[in-house]
């Protein structure tokens, strides 16, 4: 497994942008498929992004397509998100995942400790 560790969030203003960024400790973070989750109060826990285990893979949730954009870096052991053009509805703790492949994104083995992101309207 591999331990993940969030940075990036803050507040923002509404039509703004962060990059979110997902530190892993392993050598075997390269073999690894990442991706995003995010969780709202009251709302369910929701997938945002996700990349193949060499990047040439990438999946998004509709809400997020043309906005968001997750990359992954093995030299350096993080993958990214940038968000852009956020509003007050993508408000929530950010969490990175990992999972050894894309197929199995829905039950990742290892997750980081979020990152709180807020956008003011």
């Known amino acids: 497994q591999v331990q993940l560790v969030e940075s990036g969030g803050g507040l923002v203003q509404a039509g703004g942008s962060l990059r979110l960024s997902c530190a892993a400790s392993g050598r075997a973070f390269r073999t690894y498929a990442m991706g995003w989750f995010r969780h709202a109060p009251g709302k369910e826990c929701e997938f945002v992004a996700a990349?193949?285990?060499?990047?040439?893979?990438?999946y998004y949730a509709d809400s997020m397509k043309g906005r968001f954009t997750i990359s992954k870096d093995n030299a350096d052991n993080t993958v990214y998100l940038q968000m852009n053009s956020l509003q007050p509805e993508d408000t929530a703790v950010y969490y990175c995942?990992?999972?050894?492949?894309?197929?199995?994104?829905?039950?990742?083995?290892?997750w980081g400790q979020g990152t709180q992101v807020t956008v003011s309207s």
């Open positions: 990349i193949s285990w060499g990047g040439s893979k990438t």
């Open positions: 995942a990992a999972s050894s492949s894309i197929a199995t994104m829905e039950a990742p083995t290892s």
